[in-house]
């Protein structure tokens, strides 16, 4: 795998935290084993973890207000491979990429791979884009892209998605994700259930171009950019739409697609049940879809999904996989510093939702004892495993602590020389 950060560099900072890091570790090791629970094991599970990076998080994302560039932003699909390439390098836990077309769309896909290989890094899904006009396309999405009430409409967006499939069987993929911001802002704008009829008919034309081995992702949201009614709005109309459409067809969870409030565990629990949960946009937010960091504001969530998904793991063994991939907009931070955090608060949530004594657990539900279940949830959820997260990516040729050392590595400052900033240049492609 190709080192973007000097490997020299990750040993010299490595070997300065190593007597703290494992007089941590053989601390918790004890407290665990107390428990009946074998850190070695543990740590062997946050070593196979993965969550797929954004390709448009690398960039400064931006609101409808404003967006304000950082230093040394990646100004093509290539230079986001490098910035990828340097989260996983840190983390080890990025091992793949979720592009999103046609704004990381390039002639020569083969390159794309090859470089992205080199850097450690597959394509997990690509995701199509039908909610914005792009540059010299015939037919605008101004009134909705798959659900448009014009034909012609419906089919270039249809036949857009039929090309992300080709460019991400060009790249190794095996997914789409879809996700249309098409719906209605005022009652009577359009007709609700013909909306959904088109939406279903046009999504049956990429479901026929589906490879065997593909799955495609109905990602829902609540409101943005319609804001009386989103024809996929919730997880109820997505999985009608992928029941409808078959078993290639699942749903997708975006944490930050839903009410605040909303028991979003309790939708993992349903769509695992019913085998359709096929993957997640991991994000927090305290209002809407506001894209911050995973586990930023609510840690407690993450680990409550975590803990369907290990419930769930328990239940249906191996086929059980649903797809891990983060979907932030960083404005404030450093993108790589924050995805860097954000890919290790989602192995967080794994290992400690990994803690629960399931036994336990059970045992407390049937004797309906409603203040030791809960207990059990938070006795793991309590428990500090930064030390296992940390000597996981040592192991797997990490940093013990990302951040400080890509900091140290001066990595921004030269990019910033390397890439200097194009006037007006949006490099998610957010506009
Ligand atoms: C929509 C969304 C969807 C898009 C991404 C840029 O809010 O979550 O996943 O593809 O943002
Ligand atoms: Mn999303
Ligand atoms: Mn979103």
Redesign the pocket.
């Known amino acids: 795998m190709k080192a973007v950060i000097d490997n020299g560099l990750v040993a010299e900072h490595n070997a300065k935290l190593q007597v703290n890091l494992q007089a941590d570790y053989d601390a918790l090791a004890g407290i665990l084993a107390r428990r009946g629970q074998d850190i070695e094991k543990l740590t062997a599970a946050a070593q196979s973890f993965a969550v797929a990076l ?1 390709s ?1 998080g690398v960039g400064t994302g931006g609101t409808r207000f404003a967006r304000f560039p950082g230093k040394g932003e990646p100004r093509n699909v290539f230079e986001k491979m490098e910035d990828c390439g340097v989260i996983h390098q840190l983390t080890r836990a990025t091992p793949a990429v979720s592009l ?1 077309f046609p704004w990381d769309k390039t002639d020569d896909p083969k390159a794309l791979r090859e470089i992205a290989n080199g850097y450690g890094l597959g394509f997990d899904a690509v ?1 199509s ?1 039908t ?1 914005q006009d792009q540059q010299g396309q015939e037919h605008t999405y101004k009134y909705g892209s798959l659900t448009s009430n014009n034909a012609a409409t419906r089919a270039q967006a249809v036949a857009h998605n039929i090309e992300c499939i080709e460019l991400g069987q060009a790249l190794g993929s095996k997914g789409l ?1 879809v ?1 249309v ?1 098409d719906g209605a802002n005022f009652p009577g704008q359009h007709n609700l259930r013909g909306a959904l009829e088109r939406y279903l008919d046009s999504m049956r034309g990429i479901y026929a171009a589906l490879p065997a081995d593909w799955l495609m992702y109905i ?1 829902h ?1 609540l409101f ?1 950019p319609a804001f009386y009614a989103t024809t996929i709005a919730d997880w109820g109309t997505s999985f009608a739409c992928a029941t409808e459409l078959g078993p290639k067809a699942k749903c ?1 969870v ?1 944490l ?2 839903h009410a605040p409030n909303t028991n979003i565990e309790m939708i993992v629990a349903r769509l695992a049940q019913f085998g359709k949960l096929g993957g997640f ?1 991991f ?1 927090d937010s305290k209002y809407g ?1 506001d ?1 911050l960091d995973s586990g930023s504001i609510n840690p407690f969530q993450l680990f409550l999904v975590f803990n369907e998904l290990a419930d769930a793991a328990q239940r249906d063994g191996a086929g059980f996989k649903p797809s891990y991939m983060l ?1 932030q ?1 960083h404005n404030v931070t450093d993108p790589i510093e924050s995805l860097m955090n954000s890919a290790v608060e989602v192995q967080r949530a794994f290992v400690q939702a990994a803690l629960v004594d399931r036994d336990a657990l059970k045992r407390h539900q049937d004797n309906n004892d409603a203040l030791q279940s809960a207990q059990a949830l938070k006795h793991a959820y309590r428990t500090d495993v930064s030390a296992i997260l940390a000597m996981a990516r040592v192991r797997s040729g990490g940093a013990a602590d990302p951040v400080a050392l890509y900091r140290a590595s001066g990595y921004r400052e030269q990019a910033a020389v390397n890439r200097p900033a194009k006037a007006g240049a949006s490099s ?1 492609g ?1 506009v």
């Open positions: 954004p448009w999103h995701n884009n909610f994700t996700w911001g990602e949201k943005e997708l975006d930050g697609h946009h994000n879809d894209d979907d907009s998610s957010i």
